[in-house]
């Protein structure tokens, strides 16, 4: 029966563990791990493993640290790195089946409703998309607190992330290809923090200051070939950052109808829709003619590669301030819609 409702069936497994180690507080050991299974993929690919260690070195207690203690209170070397899975892959494309209701279809002339089809051809050998991630830093403490800084640098890898063959098939082939674990990416960045703590009289103070970077790019992509080195500069993706983002360049605007005459036809309509003032676009390969041919890198991606931000707090007897200031750079916004003409209604009054 059919009442606008909705059932699920999953289910996931897991064994975890972890082990440390501690030896006064200075040198400290610790290995984890998860075993996990979950229902979204085959019997022979349900299962992953996955593990990590990290370690800590408070070099700060060793004997031959004393004489710096005056200045350096605390200091802390780390390292990490670690495996993780992700079963966020849809569910159970390893099996067929078929979605019904579904579109019409035509029978002796006939229409009949609620036709069903295939979903597709199944992936007998999807799996976890899995990470790794290393990390390495150190947290240090100078002059009774007044300053502390902690720093880290990652690098975390990707692979099986999801992704289907079907550029690589004419449309002839006559179904719907699976997800498949091809795809992989690479993320490297690093992150610094500051804080100042201090008490003046009965005030009591602290500021916190951040900054990091991230960056990442794509080490394998499922694509279409490449038809020439135009075409491959223009819409390979594989071994490049993410943060690229094409379009045409503006080079100013047309100050003359002289002006319109003379430059490459960008309006498909010999430039007679254009005016003075209108914007000019830059004719990347000379043709004459602006397209998409003329498109080029104009800016980043839409996610900040930098990011940064200041806190402060104070206090005094039974009150207290705090505010948090928040900022990030090395990104573009696409405007699209109202934003590109914030007079243009679009809602239909």
Not at 57 to 86: C, H, M, P, V, Y
Not at 238 to 245: I, L, Y
Not at 321 to 329: C, E, R, T, V, Y
Request: proline share 3%; aromatic share 12%.
């Amino acid at each position: 029966k059919n009442n606008s409702g909705g059932a699920s069936d999953n289910g996931r497994q897991s064994v975890v563990g972890r082990a440390t180690y501690d030896f006064n507080s200075k040198y400290l050991l610790e290995y984890s791990f998860r075993y996990d299974g979950s229902a979204k993929f085959p019997v022979n690919e349900r299962w992953g493993f996955f593990s990590g260690v990290s370690a800590g070195w408070r070099i700060s207690k060793e004997n031959f640290f004393g004489n710096l203690l005056k200045t350096i209170s605390d200091l802390k070397l780390r390292a990490s790195w670690g495996q993780n899975g992700s079963d966020n892959t849809g569910n159970f494309q390893f099996l067929t089946g078929y979605t019904y209701p579904s579109s019409n279809y035509i029978l002796g002339g006939n229409v009949v409703t609620n036709g069903m089809v295939e979903t597709g051809l199944p992936n007998p050998n999807i799996t976890w998309e899995q990470t790794q991630m290393l990390n390495l830093g150190f947290d240090m403490s100078m002059w009774g607190r007044l300053l502390e800084i902690e720093a880290d640098v990652f690098h975390r890898k990707r692979k099986g992330l999801l992704a289907q063959r079907t550029l690589q098939l004419p449309s002839t082939f006559g179904a719907n290809l699976p997800f498949e674990n091809l795809n992989s990416d690479d993320t490297k960045g690093f992150e610094v923090v500051l804080r100042h703590n201090n008490q003046i009289n009965k005030i009591r103070y602290s500021v916190v200051t951040n900054f990091s970077f991230t960056k990442s790019k794509w080490n394998h992509v499922e694509q279409r070939e490449f038809t020439s080195q135009d075409d491959n500069w223009r819409n390979n993706t594989e071994g490049r950052w993410k943060n690229r983002f094409f379009g045409l360049k503006a080079i100013g605007q047309f100050q003359s109808q002289e002006d319109i005459n003379n430059s490459p036809v960008q309006d498909a309509r010999q430039n007679s829709t254009l005016r003075p003032g209108d914007i000019k676009y830059d004719d990347l390969n000379g043709d004459g003619v602006i397209d998409t041919y003329d498109n080029q890198p104009i800016g980043r991606g839409e996610i900040p590669e930098i990011n940064y931000g200041i806190g402060l707090s104070a206090a005094w007897r039974n009150f207290s301030l705090s505010m948090n200031w928040q900022g990030a750079s090395n990104f573009n916004i696409a405007m699209y819609n109202n934003l590109i003409a914030p007079f243009n209604n679009d809602m239909g009054s």
